[in-house]
């Protein structure tokens, strides 16, 4: 029985080889973005499609693109959470409203279309829901302290989510990719905050042109990401977490082993503070 996915940034980067696998495999699909002409035309016609608008921080759109699947489609099987932006910048130079943007559409986005789609998989007492995070919800890195801060933050909602939804028959999935060859470097996707500290400058501009240079050059290939999230889909399980490509198997790696190293340097201290 074909499974339908609603995926959310589907008209570009990650979201578009994601949409492109799904039809591929023969399941149906709501694809939704922010401009659903662009998105139809990306992804090209299909009867297995559905395109709606979705801008996932508004709750309503959510809802409404959610009952435009349930017409056409009569349940969803699988929510993707994938839309995405990137606000960089020294954490001094990063306004507030640098952050709530950030937050907005990394965290409070996936929480939107989440709320939206439980009820339909609590009734249908089946669901999956994938959020792609990223290498860095689980290292920090220079630069990047808004889309840490929204990515750690997303990992930890997801994982506390699935032992409150697992009694209705509902799994969850986090995927921590490393650096694919996406949009999400570019200047559509990326917005660098401006110098506010001078101490920054130097560093700054270091940062942004390596940003700059990085894009359409990183060594993941999203197609096969998307291939592999369809076999991890189909399994008789979903793991609770997927980290995807070989750098960033390299960088939880080292990441455990610190944390396993200050646990060890310091386990006499830890463990001398009960009553």
């Known amino acids: 029985m074909s499974k339908v996915w609603m995926i959310t940034g589907?008209?570009?980067g990650m979201g578009l080889d994601f949409a492109k696998a799904v039809l591929a495999s023969g399941d149906k699909l709501v694809a939704t973005g922010r401009n659903p002409e662009h998105v139809a035309k990306a992804i090209g016609?299909?009867?297995?499609?559905?395109v709606t608008t979705l801008d996932v921080t508004k709750p309503a759109d959510a809802i409404s693109?959610?009952?435009?699947?349930?017409?056409?489609?009569?349940?969803?099987?699988?929510?993707?959470?994938?839309?995405a932006s990137f606000y960089a910048g020294y954490f001094e130079d990063l306004t507030s409203e640098h952050m709530d943007l950030q937050l907005a559409s990394g965290l409070i986005g996936p929480m939107n279309v989440a709320r939206a789609v439980l009820p339909v998989m609590r009734r249908q007492g089946s669901g999956k829901?994938?959020?792609?995070s990223s290498t860095?919800?689980?290292?920090g890195f220079e630069f990047c302290s808004a889309y840490a801060a929204a990515k750690f933050a997303l990992d930890g909602w997801m994982e506390s989510l699935q032992p409150e939804v697992a009694p209705f028959g509902?799994?969850?999935?986090?995927?921590?990719?490393?650096?694919f060859r996406t949009g999400l470097l570019s200047d559509d996707s990326t917005q660098y905050a401006e110098s506010a500290v001078s101490d920054y400058a130097e560093r700054r501009a270091q940062n942004i042109a390596g940003w700059k240079s990085a894009n359409g050059q990183q060594q993941g290939d999203p197609a096969k990401l998307a291939r592999a999230l369809i076999t991890l889909v189909n399994l008789?399980?979903?793991p609770r977490r997927f980290v995807a490509g070989a750098d960033a198997v390299g960088m939880v790696e080292q990441k455990l082993a610190l944390v396993q190293k200050q646990i060890d340097a310091h386990r006499v201290l830890s463990s001398s503070l009960a009553f």
């Open 10 to 12: 589907a008209g570009r």
């Open 45 to 50: 016609p299909s009867e297995n499609l559905l």
């Open 129 to 132: 829901i994938v959020s792609i």
């Open 236 to 238: 008789p399980e979903l």
């Open 170 to 179: 509902i799994e969850t999935m986090i995927v921590n990719p490393g650096f």
């Open 65 to 83: 693109a959610v009952n435009a699947a349930i017409e056409r489609f009569e349940r969803i099987d699988v929510l993707v959470n994938n839309a």
């Open 136 to 139: 860095a919800s689980l290292v």
